[in-house]
């Protein structure tokens, strides 16, 4: 629009330069100019009027590239609003969109978390089961060895009391057999005595009418002796059975 006022300018200043160089030739005359009607007089100048006329012509082209400008100016502002409410409706789209991707990042974070925590306490809790487990398994195990320990002990004590019942007994029997070998001795000692005062006795008598068999001595010594080794037998034999 500038453009088109710059060129009409020119025109018109076109028509006054000409108009006064071929004015002494020419007689009055008058042009029109985008509808309005230019007089020219004979000095080459314009007249009063078409002065007048050229004002208005000049602000009317004026006014009407000043609306057209404001209203190039306003469609212009206008396609920049829309192009900025585009921008911001854009913007804020793209700003709501990632607000609900990070809500719902976070909410999937959330629920991870809480998932991740269940299946860490459900761990701990297994993990503490099984601590039970082994500790009560550890305990009867201990309990288990400090039984059979104490089982080895009965039985090595038992053992060594049987060994001290065993030394003593064969103690008390070598004693007994001691014993038995001097009441023997002495025994013998005196079946002999006895025998020999016999023989002299049955010596000394002519004709004796009726003498009774003569005890052999031997025999009933024989006969004791058996029956103390079979008694001390018997003890023996039951401290063997005892446990």
């Not at 029109?32 to 007089?39: C, H, L």
């Not at 003498?211 to 010594?221: K, L, Q, R, T």
Request: glycine letters at 2%.
């Amino acid at each position: 629009m500038m453009m088109k006022l710059a060129m009409t300018v020119l025109l018109l200043l076109s028509v006054c330069v000409v108009s006064r160089a071929t004015a002494a030739a020419n007689p009055p005359f008058s042009i029109t100019v985008n509808g309005a009607k230019i007089g020219i007089n004979e000095a080459g100048g314009a007249a009063p009027d078409t002065e007048k006329a050229i004002a208005d012509e000049l602000a009317s082209e004026s006014e009407d590239l000043y609306a057209e400008s404001a209203a190039d100016r306003r469609a212009k502002e206008a396609i920049i609003h829309d192009k900025e409410a585009r921008k911001a409706d854009a913007a804020r789209a793209r700003t709501a969109d990632y607000k609900r991707k990070a809500i719902a990042l976070e909410h999937q974070l959330e629920a991870d978390k809480q998932m991740h925590d269940k299946q860490l306490a459900a761990e701990k809790e297994k993990t503490r089961e099984e601590e039970r487990v082994l500790a009560a398994h550890d305990a009867s195990l201990k309990a288990q060895l400090r039984k059979e320990e104490q089982h080895i002990k009965d039985i090595i004590q038992a053992e060594d009391e049987e060994a001290a019942e065993e030394e003593q007994a064969q103690i008390e029997e070598q004693a007994a057999r001691k014993k038995e070998q001097q009441l023997k001795r002495k025994e013998e000692k005196e079946v002999k005595e006895i025998m020999n005062e016999r023989a002299a006795k049955c010596a000394g008598r002519p004709s004796p009418p009726v003498v009774p068999p003569c005890e052999d001595p031997a025999s009933s010594f024989i006969d004791g002796t058996a029956s103390r080794m079979s008694m001390r037998g018997m003890r023996s034999h039951k401290k063997s059975l005892a446990p």
